[in-house]
């Protein structure tokens, strides 16, 4: 055995994220002092970020079967079955720490990252999708943050040439300190070609390709495990660097191998690079593996066993190859002008050997060391849900059209226009439904059906009860789902929170996971891939928990796609879903009143399911011409916001609503939050009120489209001139003196 | 019309550009892979959009220097017709087919939307469908398309009808100019007016679901003009 | 024989990424920054061992590749 470092200390032990238990039973299953390399291995296997320690015992309670999924979580991606031999394959993952420390780099590399696991099972990607949180908006470094992140995500998927098509943004000062940037891949295979990660095969070789590796990122998947320090500027030379060009060559190429039947198992180099995947796939299959290290194509000079098993260099994959296959294989990364390297070959002895300059560096057994990584079963405390608003302590009604025109200029509502235009989203030229709707959509193929997805999550709701915002996060993304007329098929998830090591964090984390699986059950939409991503904290002060879902659905013809913007004039507005005028938690409250208070809106899951199925089945008959679903701001900031994403001659289409007698609170009535509605219109009321009531399904006709003003009967009336500028200016008189941050 | 369209290494706007020839001519384009020296014979070869080699170094510098480019230089001297939309715009101003230079955007982010467009000469075997001053709506999707063109340049390429498109007041939100072009140019052609480069995506704007229809008039006036 | 070629923007040409340098810079209250043009460096490892050759070579490559003469002038630095 090749001496790597004497001793090892308990400052070293340390350094490596290992507790002095999970030394222990590093030393129990080697029988021995591990080396520096497989003390690095164990370090990244059992991170939380590998292992999923804190959070895994929930995560098992989560459903994840349906007849239309083909994988669920435990793999690269989820798949699920589209039919006519298509499959939709999945999954979101964050990269919240490296791109609070260099905002470009680390926001593009995650978007690297979760097109590469999408693209490592076989599907082309072809959308796009992100959820971010930024700190307050005036916080020193907010605009830096956003600016950057927005240019990574663009640089890297506008380079690559697949359409980002929709996204999330909150801004709160519980990010000041730890943004969040959760990216998003949705790709398309043939049932019949999917690959997954198992190795099996001894003597099949192992075979490295993609970008050579140097000494990027090296432990980036136990800092994004570690809470931040003020140190954390000084770990800036652990973010990576990505090559949006050499990733579209090796989908090109990775596609090209995948047409043959050469593969046999095949996985990204993601966090903890070629210690991660070849141990996955080893233990996937059962399998022992023995690697070359002196193989492995290499960036920089000097570099040790250590730093090539931990870099986290970008572009890369690791593949098992059918026995005889490689020239083939290598003429295909050849063309591609893409490094091919045999790097090592599966065995049957179980272990993970690696040598060196002729010596062994490492030798560890894999699926002791897989079984024993940590699981937690961490001490939490149940969040005790906040008391309902006092009805009586409901603050003064103002003027409506007043409260409007400040709302959508307000961080949360603002319009996006200014991120989501740095996006290529018209990029492969499928895409339906662009940014600023409810969902995006694309074509599948020639058509006529078509792919949706969208990302939400209500943090503010989490926070005050998580159990009800881990349900409305889903039932959000089905209600975004179905108002562009597609089915919700399953989701992913992306559970973004603070320290798990604090009970109260854990409560959030114990009760957002409940609400969720409930509502995903009731729903009908299994998880079926998902990240976590812990310990955002910064001196103590936590995010809100952020349990982002992300939703795919299937439309049976993208022609029936309603759009949220209004059509024309004079047609008839209905609200679907009852309206009782809930405003605890509402943003009406926190961003007029500054109050962050009350219990959330309560989250019915079978009013949801059968106004989300009714609504669904009205857009596929056709019978809609546009349809909103209405959630942060209530009714009327979703009907400005139909009004200005009008199709008129001219753009925008005005409206005038009638607010119904007998309402116990105009401003809970007009920006309430109750969840399982949406606005819709159709050029007659009465067929929709019929088939409504047919359903049992709440339903009320509210006005009418028509002129350049928004009115609100009784209350006077604004210019939609005036709303859209109140709209479309926050956000860029945010930004404007942050154009350096673009020049990266 | 038979048309060949060049595949760089990084092109990702081959699809959409492949589709709208077909949808116009009814013929599949030949595709062309950058390492060859050939391209079949063809009516138009058309230059799609992309980050050919990443757009390191300048965009369009390392795909103006493929050897297929010597075969495009070749045949466009000859007389063939070549278009060039976006990353394929900058190529042929790389390789010194199109006068002038493409800049990184005015403000520094990349594009993506829509903006209107103003016909410049219809005289062209490209524009021919266009009314004189027509107007129309097409999506751009770029982060270095900012126009620029030395004073003596922008005289001669005025003089001699060249500006082939430029940015126009429309339906479209946002400021008319999406870069900061030189005298809002979004699309020049060569002397002989048989090379066309654009910034924005017409075969982006070809099909009423994905960015609207007003890009055909442009592929049909190129089928009518070369069938 | 390492060569340095330094790229820059012509005196005329429209430099955005400049003008935002003088803009962060300005923010940052370095005051007195009059302008900021920014351009690039290329470094190249050559076989060639004689200067002249060598220069020749280079001024080449920054014809074809390395510069678009367009907008943009070329320095040339040899060091061996």
Redesign the interface.
Known sequence: MTEIIAEITPDIVAEHGLSAEEYQKVLEIMGRVPNLVELGIFSVMWSEHCSYKSSKRWLKTLPTDGAQVIQGPGENAGVVDLGDGLAAIFKIESHNHPSFIEPYQGAATGVGGILRDVFTMGARPVMNLNALRFGAPDHPKTRHLLAGVVAGIGGYGNCVGVPTVAGEVNFHPAYNGNILVNAMTVGLAPTDRIFYAKAVGAGNPVVYVGSKTGRDGIHGATMASAEFGADSEEKRPTVQVGDPFTEKLLIEACLELMATDAIVGIQDMGAAGLTSSSFEMASKGGMGVELELDRVPLREVGMTPYEIMLSESQERMLMVLKPGREAEARAIFEKWDLDFAVIGSLTETGRMVLRWHGGVVADLPIDPLAEAAPEYDRPWEPVEPPAALDEANFPEEGDPLDSLERLLATPDLASRRWIWEQYDHLVMGDTVERPGGDAGVIRIGDGPKGLAATTDCTPRYCLADPKTGGAQAVAEAWRNLNAVGALPLAVTNNLNFGNPEKPQIMGQIVGCVEGMAEACRALGTPVVSGNVSLYNETDGQAILPTPVIGGVGLLPDVAQVPGIGFRGEGEEILVIGWTTGHLGQSLYLRELFGREEGAPPPVDLETEKRNGDFLRGLIQAGRLSACHDVSDGGLLVALAEMALAGRGPQGPVGCSLTVPAGVASLAGWLFGEDQARYIVTAEAAMPVLEAAEMAGVPAQTIGRTGGSELTVEGFGHISLARLQAAHEDWLPGLMSGERAEAAQ | MKSAVVVFPGTNRDRDMVRALEGASGQSPALVWHKHSEIPKVDLIVLPGGFAHGDYLRAGAMAARSPVMREVVARAESGVPVLGVCNGFQALTEAGLLPGALLRNADLRFVCRTVTLRVENTQTLFTGRFAAGETFDTPVAHMDGNYFIDDEGHRRIAGNDQIAFRYADGAAAGPANPNGALDDIAGVFNETKTVLGLMPHPEDATDPLHGGTDGRKLFDGIVEALS | MKARVHVTLKP???D??G???E??LD?LGFSGVEEAR?GKLIELDLAESDPERARAQVEEMCR???A?T??ENYAIELEA
Request: charged share 10%.
């Open positions: 005329g040409v429209l955005p990424q003008k935002a340098i803009h962060a923010t920014q074809k590749l390395l678009n367009v907008i």
